[in-house]
Nanobody, 125 residues
Framework: QVQLVESGGGLVQAGDSLRLSCVAS????????MAWFRQAPAKEREFVAG??????????ADSVKGRFTISRNNTLNTVYVQMQMNTLKPEDTAVYYC????????????????WGQGTQVTVSS
């Protein structure tokens, strides 16, 4: 089993920055790829950014490319995933979810097995 806990959301103004964090605790030894998704009210959950197990490959939605940066640090039983979000826009407002899965770079939510509870990001204009 993998437990994911996100933090770092909040209320900011357009143009500000936020840094989201996700702590993934696991004991099964599997090498999970990680990703951030987001879901705005009345919209489907969408892929934001992903990173391979080694961190050597990263993937971004076109809407955040150049503004968001995903990174990770792997330890024996815990994975730390961060997403630096710069130049935030009102359309970035959503609940952000951290996810773990075995398909590196997948943009499909169903490909991810484990999910955090989400953290709210609100960007005012």
């Amino acid at each position: 089993q993998v437990q994911l806990v996100e933090s770092g959301g909040g209320l900011v103004q357009a143009g500000d920055s936020l840094r989201l964090s996700c702590v993934a605790s696991q004991r099964n030894g599997l090498r999970y790829s990680m990703a951030w998704f987001r879901q705005a009210p009345a919209k489907e959950r969408e892929f934001v950014a992903g990173i391979s197990w080694s961190g050597g490959a990263t993937y971004y939605a076109d809407s955040v490319k150049g503004r968001f940066t995903i990174s990770r640090n792997n330890t024996l039983n815990t994975v730390y995933v961060q997403m630096q979000m710069n130049t935030l826009k009102p359309e970035d407002t959503a609940v952000y979810y951290c996810a773990a899965g075995m398909y590196s770079g997948s943009r499909v939510p169903e490909r991810y097995t484990y999910w955090g509870q989400g953290t709210q990001v609100t960007v005012s204009s």
